[in-house]
Structures are given as C-alpha cells and as structure tokens.
C-alpha cells in the first residue's frame, strides 16, 4: 500500500505546486509587464519489475512490468508566457510600452536589469527612472544629434525642465539654397508705365545672429513699371527700420504670365550684434513669387532662431525623445535603448518585474527601436499583464480536482490498510 500513498502524495505536492503558480499569476493580473508563468508536470521514474522479452519461434514477447518507485509525478518546470499584454495609455509623457520584440534596459545597484514594464517617471535630477529608482539607459543626442549608438556606450537617460536649446545663426545651408525664402504675390496692377515712386509694398523678417539675437528687416517692393511683353519689373531693398540705408538690393522681372524671370536672389550683408567684426551675409530666395492680378499678399520666412527653453517632449515609436523648446523649434533629447535575447524564457526572475541574463537566455542584443528586430515604442502607454483570468480559473478548478482525487487515494489506501490489520485476529 506504501506505494500508493506515495505515489498521492507526489500528486497532492504537484496539484499544489500548480495552484502555487496560478495563485501568484492571479495576483499580479493588474500588475505593469507582468509575465504569466505555466506549470508543466513529468511522469516519475518507475521501478522495473521485470525487462520485456524478445519473441521467439515458440512463444510471443512479453512487455516490460513498471510500478511506481515510490513517487508518481513531479513538476517538470514552470514556464513563462513571454507574450505582450496588451497596452493601456496613460497620458504622461514619460511612460512607454513596447510593441513587439525586447526588453528595456535599466541600470541597479545589482547590474544591467531588463524588464517590459514601462512606467517611467522623472527624479529629482531629471534621469528617467523606474519605479524602484533603477536608471533606463539609452543615448544622450549632442545638439539634436547621435553618433555611434551602441551597446557599449548606453547610459542614463536625462531630461532637464530648464534645459535649454542653443541659438543658430540665420545663414545659407550647405545646399546651396537661401537662408530666406519669399512666397506670395505682387499685384500686377500696380505697376504703371510711370516710374511708380510712389507705390511700395513690404514684407518684414527676423534674422538671429549667433548669440540668437533677432533683428527685424524689411523687404521692399518699390517703383514697380510695365516691361516689354506685358511682363512687371520692381526694385527690391532690404532696410532695417527705421532706417533707410540698403543691406542690399535687386530689380525683380515677372513675365506675362506672373512668374519671375531672370534673378530670383538678392545678397544681404548686415553688421553682426553679436561682437563679430565680419558682417552677418545671406540670400533672399524669389524664386516662389509671382506677379499677377491677385491681391498683393506676401510671406517671408527666415531660417536661424534664437535660445529657447524646454516646453514639453514626446517619445517616437523608435524610441526618440524629442523636445518642443519656447523658440518654436524642435530637437532630439535621447533615444531608449532596447535589448533582445535568443531565449526570454530563460531569464531570471529578480522581482518588480525586472530580468537578469542567466546562463540559458543568451547575452543580451542591445539596439534602437523600431529596427531590426526590435519592437516599436508606444509613448504615454504601459503594457498590461498578459494574464488570462479565464484561463487561470480553469488551471484552478483543474488543481482543485487533482488534489480531491489524489487526497481519496490516500482515503482508500489508508482504509485498505486498516481493512487489512482488523483481519488478523488479536
């Protein structure tokens, strides 16, 4: 009989190990990342009574004879369910949650950590942290910028309120277009065959030099005559009020049909405000004018800005921390960093919902988001448990009914034992 009380009671430790397992899946259904873990069980080793025997010409094989060795079942493992839960949006800016493939990576006192729980929060020193103080790590953008992200160079993820955006200079860009550009249209109806003195129409602008000082300059149409063809002609001149001396100057053709032709630039050369003895110089693109008998409604728009604090920030889905700043620019922050590994089952449990590298997972690929095979970032969200309720009430009701019959056959046993002793006679 001894067999088959052991033999329960592997079952009753099974079954409990079970309801272990789902106990602890159902009281984190609410918690942030949360991964739900199974229960797989084993057949025990058994005891062989006798091997089976070949056939031969004269008598058939006989099969093996195994009995239980004093234990019936075992708990195999316990496996994670590494799926994504899905994702409840917060609002606040700091929290993310992954679309797809990875982990985020923090830094803790006790080393690199992963983990799929996003809520993020700001400390006191503005590095992005979890709840637990842990560091995300990622790459810090220099200027708007990055260079060389790698996993060898992460580190924590930092964003100032007061920080602020350093000033660029109104300047002509490298490729070759103009620092100023000027749409819209001048109507042609103005010009005359006379001299036209006294007609004029302006168009404001601000510049900054490099310490992100503004000035504002004026753009003038004046004088504007009838050309051969029907076409119109103007004097431009770029003043800066209230004066009155040229930074420089131009005469703007319009063809019969109101489009420019010929020169569509003019050249500015202007003293810098910001201590340079070499003069500020940039263009004045034309080119989008036109001069026809619409009403005259003109447009310029200058490159450069001055020094702005940050306003606000949002998180891209490839993980980009960009920051909107007081002078109407935008700039990248920092990027989030994730990390993949060949086998997410085999990480480590250490608690909070945080990961650790074990011998069996693999080492970690640290990379960008939405690249490779890398998942997306969903910003002001946070990845729900992939717990099922449902199917954690039916693992319930399955290790309920697993201990009931495996604790009747100790009932049995025990009853056939005591069945056994009262037939010797005292």
Not at 25 to 49: C, D, P, R
Not at 206 to 227: I, Q
């Given at each position: 009989m001894s067999g088959s009380l052991y033999a329960a009671i592997s079952g009753l430790n099974a079954e409990q190990s079970l309801l272990g397992v789902v106990s602890q899946?159902?009281?984190?259904?609410?918690?942030?990342?949360?991964?739900?873990?199974?229960?797989?069980?084993?057949?025990?080793?058994?005891?062989?009574?006798s091997g089976g025997t070949a056939p031969t010409?004269?008598?058939?094989?006989?099969?093996?004879?195994?009995?239980?060795?004093?234990?019936?079942?075992?708990?195999?493992?316990?496996?994670?369910?590494?799926?994504q839960g899905s994702l409840q949006t917060t609002g606040i800016s700091t929290n993310m949650a992954i679309?797809?493939?990875?982990?985020?990576?923090?830094?803790?006192?006790?080393?690199?950590?992963?983990?799929?729980?996003?809520d993020f929060t700001l400390d006191a020193q503005g590095q992005l942290v979890n709840p637990q103080g842990s560091l995300v790590q990622g790459w810090t953008a220099v200027n708007g910028q990055?260079?060389?992200?790698?996993?060898?160079?992460?580190?924590?993820?930092?964003?100032?309120?007061?920080?602020?955006?350093?000033?660029?200079a109104t300047a002509d860009p490298s490729t070759g277009t103009a620092a100023?550009?000027?749409?819209?249209n001048l109507n042609a109806a103005l010009a005359t065959a006379a001299t036209g003195t006294?007609?004029?129409?302006?168009?404001?602008?601000?510049?900054?030099?490099?310490?992100?000082?503004?000035?504002?300059?004026?753009?003038?149409?004046?004088?504007?005559?009838?050309?051969?063809?029907?076409?119109?002609?103007?004097?431009?001149?770029?003043?800066?009020?209230?004066?009155?001396?040229?930074?420089g100057s131009g005469t703007v053709t319009f063809g019969p049909t109101g489009a420019i032709s010929g020169t569509a630039t003019i050249a500015v050369s202007m003293a810098t405000t910001d201590g340079s003895k070499s003069p500020q110089t940039f263009?004045?693109?034309?080119?989008a004018m036109t001069a026809d008998a619409a009403s005259t409604q003109l447009t310029a728009t200058a490159n450069g800005y001055g020094q702005g604090s940050l306003s606000n920030y949002t998180v891209g889905s490839n993980g980009v921390i960009t920051g909107t700043f007081?002078?109407?620019?935008?700039?990248?922050?920092?990027?989030?960093?994730?990390?993949?590994?060949?086998?997410?089952?085999?990480?480590?449990?250490?608690?909070?919902?945080?990961?650790?590298?074990?011998?069996?997972?693999?080492?970690?690929?640290?990379?960008?988001?939405?690249?490779g095979n890398f998942g997306s970032i969903a910003g002001g969200s946070v990845e729900e448990s992939n717990v099922s309720l449902a199917n954690q009430f039916v693992n319930m009701i399955m290790a309920q009914q697993g201990y009931q019959a495996n604790a009747k056959v100790i009932s049995v046993a025990q009853t056939l034992d005591t069945t056994l002793v009262n037939t010797i006679a005292p």
């Open positions: 899946n159902i009281a984190n259904a609410n918690t942030t990342g949360y991964k739900s873990s199974h229960v797989t069980f084993g057949q025990a080793m058994e005891q062989t009574l010409a004269t008598l058939g094989g006989t099969n093996p004879e195994q009995i239980s060795a004093g234990a019936a079942v075992g708990v195999d493992g316990v496996n994670l369910n590494m799926s679309q797809g493939n990875g982990f985020f990576v923090v830094k803790s006192p006790q080393g690199m950590q992963y983990t799929r729980a996003g990055f260079a060389g992200e790698s996993a060898g160079n992460v580190g924590p993820i930092v964003i100032q309120p007061g920080m602020t955006m350093n000033p660029s100023v550009t000027v749409t819209g006294s007609t004029q129409r302006t168009v404001p602008f601000t510049v900054y030099d490099s310490l992100g000082n503004a000035t504002t300059l004026d753009l003038n149409f004046s004088s504007p005559t009838v050309v051969s063809g029907s076409g119109t002609s103007w004097t431009a001149t770029v003043t800066e009020p209230p004066s009155t001396t040229s930074l263009d004045i693109s034309l080119s007081s002078n109407g620019q935008t700039q990248a922050i920092a990027q989030v960093a994730l990390a993949n590994f060949s086998n997410n089952a085999g990480l480590v449990n250490v608690g909070n919902t945080m990961w650790q590298q074990s011998a069996n997972s693999g080492t970690p690929q640290v990379g960008q988001p939405a690249s």
